[in-house]
């Protein structure tokens, strides 16, 4: 039984440059998650997304970045024109549909991006 | 503004003894709390929960405890096992009962010792 899988683990991009960041939820998960975790600090939430919907996009930068999660294919979480600033490891969870009382989700290992 | 705040970077510990790792938080309206544990290069792992109506959850040597009034939380580890080495998240949720918006602490780096 795979877990949540990303891919790349690591990514190179050089400023100005489009990175895009792959995250396949495990078995009958419908719902992911996308946090960052930025040098020294704690993960922060981005986005929460179900097939073909956004559901909460409150900690998205509000500029260059954006996520999808298509009816059929991986949650793909797209940052244009990257600064050195986006250098971070950014994590995808995923979740099956959330019912009563507490709905764990499952982290993926992680996408390290480095902007050079 | 850091509404989860572990204050130790890091915790050494013999192994055998008991590890306490402490996080508190400012948020009211958190009703769930969690713990995660992360490896070097991995992703971190669910570890212990504890929602707001109780303030003791046990699983085999994690202990995690709840001060509502004071805002705090720790979480136990007893006997410490040089394979509990790894960075430990505190998290805390509102109520959706999602993992959704999970606020993370900026982690604790446990050290066990032989």
């Known amino acids: 039984n795979a877990g949540v899988m990303q891919n790349p683990r690591h990514l190179v991009r050089r400023r100005g440059q489009e990175a895009r960041l792959r995250c396949s939820p495990m078995?009958?998960?419908?719902?992911v998650y996308w946090y960052r975790q930025l040098p020294e600090e704690g993960l922060k939430f981005m986005v929460y997304?179900?097939?073909?919907?956004?559901?909460?996009e409150s900690g998205m930068p509000k500029e260059r970045f954006s996520a999808e999660f298509p009816k059929e294919g991986p949650s793909i979480l797209r940052i244009q024109q990257v600064v050195r600033g986006d250098s971070a490891a950014y994590f995808c969870?995923?979740?099956?549909?959330?019912?009563?009382?507490?709905?764990?989700?499952?982290f993926g290992q992680g996408t390290r991006l480095t902007v050079v | 503004d850091q509404q989860v705040k572990q204050n130790s970077p890091s915790l050494s510990v013999q192994e055998g003894r008991i590890s306490i790792l402490n996080c508190d938080y400012t948020?009211?309206?958190?009703?769930?709390f969690l713990w995660y544990k992360k490896y070097p290069a991995e992703g971190p792992t669910f570890l212990i929960s504890?929602?707001?109506?109780?303030d003791k959850n046990e699983d085999g040597r994690f202990t995690v405890f709840l001060n509502k009034s004071a805002k705090h939380l720790s979480l136990h580890i007893v006997p410490s096992q040089p394979g509990d080495s790894a960075v430990y998240f505190c998290?805390?949720?509102?109520?959706?009962?999602?993992?959704?918006?999970?606020?993370f602490g900026t982690g604790t780096r446990l050290q066990v010792t032989l």
């Open positions: 997304l179900q097939k073909e919907n956004i559901i909460d």
């Open positions: 504890i929602s707001s109506i109780k």
């Open positions: 948020n009211s309206m958190f009703d769930y």
């Open positions: 969870a995923s979740s099956r549909v959330p019912g009563q009382g507490w709905t764990e989700a499952f």
């Open positions: 078995k009958g998960h419908s719902h």
């Open positions: 998290a805390a949720s509102g109520n959706t009962g999602t993992a959704s918006k999970l606020t």
